[in-house]
T-cell receptor
Framework: EAGVAQSPRYKIIEKRQSVAFWCNPI?????LYWYQQILGQGPKLLIQ????????DSQLPKDRFSAERLKGVDSTLKIQPAKLEDSAVYLC?????????????????FGPGTRLTVL | AQSVTQPDIHITVSEGASLELRCNYS??????LFWYVQSPGQGLQLLLK??????LVQGIKGFEAEFKRSQSSFNLRKPSVHWSDAAEYFC?????????????FGGGTRLMVKP
């Protein structure tokens, strides 16, 4: 079974530039998450999708960050314009949501992440 | 609000020695608890999880963890550490947001293994 795919793996930009990250979840996983992991910290949830709908974006800085999952499969996360403090690893995760599998104990599968450096 | 504390930022152990990584959580209901490992340049891999039943949970790679409700702890243990265990370890508590599922992570513990 293929895992969660993310690209690019690394990105270096200057502040005020724009950047986009792509995520392809595990096939059949309806729930998709984007996390931000700043160096030395644990991952922090930015946004959660259920199929193609946003169900939680309470921690997403909406003035500069946006995300979409138009067809309920792939997702993109965009930052426009980037700030120095956006330097972090952006992790995508997915989770199967089906009969008998509901609940927070079900595993989230993580991609390798995109390491963003803003200069 | 749920939260997780990992008191040890760095731990160094000798290869073959035993290991215990601490995790304390705060959650208003029955917690769902996880340990993930992250190797350099890699995503997070689930080591083990607890959501009910036996409070001693076995995971992959020889790891185990014990849930202690009275201490709000979920410490990770391994009897004999291998050099390949050097990585960062994250404890997480699973709870509900308006979407029904979310993870809150601790700050992580970086494990170094001496030969």
């Amino acid at each position: 079974e293929a895992g969660v795919a993310q690209s690019p793996r690394y990105k270096i930009i200057e502040k005020r530039q724009s950047v986009a990250f792509w995520c392809n979840p595990i096939s059949g996983h309806a729930t998709l998450y984007w996390y931000q992991q700043i160096l030395g910290q644990g991952p922090k949830l930015l946004i959660q999708f259920q199929n193609n709908g946003v169900v939680d974006d309470s921690q997403l800085p909406k003035d500069r960050f946006s995300a979409e999952r138009l067809k309920g499969v792939d997702s993109t996360l965009k930052i426009q314009p980037a700030k120095l403090e956006d330097s972090a690893v952006y992790l995508c995760a997915s989770r199967y949501t089906g009969t008998g599998t509901s609940g927070p104990h079900n595993e989230q599968f993580f991609g390798p992440g995109t390491r963003l450096t803003v200069l | 609000a749920q939260s997780v504390t990992q008191p040890d930022i760095h731990i160094t152990v000798s290869e073959g020695a035993s290991l215990e990584l601490r995790c304390n959580y705060s959650y208003g209901a029955t917690p769902y608890l996880f340990w993930y490992v992250q190797s350099p340049g890699q995503g997070l891999q689930l080591l083990l999880k607890y959501f009910s039943g036996d409070t001693l949970v076995q995971g992959i790679k020889g790891f185990e963890a014990e849930f202690k409700r009275s201490q709000s702890s979920f410490n990770l243990r391994k009897p004999s550490v291998h050099w390949s265990d050097a990585a960062e370890y994250f404890c997480a508590v699973g709870g509900y947001n308006n979407a029904g599922n979310m993870l809150t992570f601790g700050g992580g513990t970086r494990l170094m293994v001496k030969p």
